[in-house]
């Protein structure tokens, strides 16, 4: 019965997304299918150049900071924790998480993954 209602659901979403198409022959209407055909290729050169970043810092806090099972003791939730931080979600629990198993190192991996990806990048990004 689940299997259904996703089909019905992925349905329902292509159904209403293949109306931008209709809005493209407008140019009034067609701002979003043009301000993603300009913004996507530069934001996808963007998050490929900051990927290796990313996988970076996730692996350096799997392995420095392992014993905090709830945040970093698997890929996903250590992935969910970064993205979190870098959304200004849970700076503060991160920061007081791994402060308690290595005061520099913590400190100085939460102070510059939230300079670089808040100042930095998702400043580029809005540019």
Known sequence: MF?????????CFLAWLSLVKYFAHSRS?????RTFATAVPIN??????????????????MC??????????????TCYAFFSMMNGDSILTNFQITSLRSPFIGQLMCYTWVFMSICVWQNMNLV
């Open 3 to 11: 299997q259904v209602e996703v089909l019905i659901g992925v349905g």
């Open 44 to 61: 996808i050169k963007m998050m490929m150049g900051v990927a290796p970043i990313f996988v970076g810092y996730v692996l350096f806090a």
């Open 64 to 77: 420095v900071f392992w014993l905090d099972q709830d945040f970093f003791g698997s890929l996903p939730d």
């Open 29 to 33: 209407y067609s701002v979003i299918s």
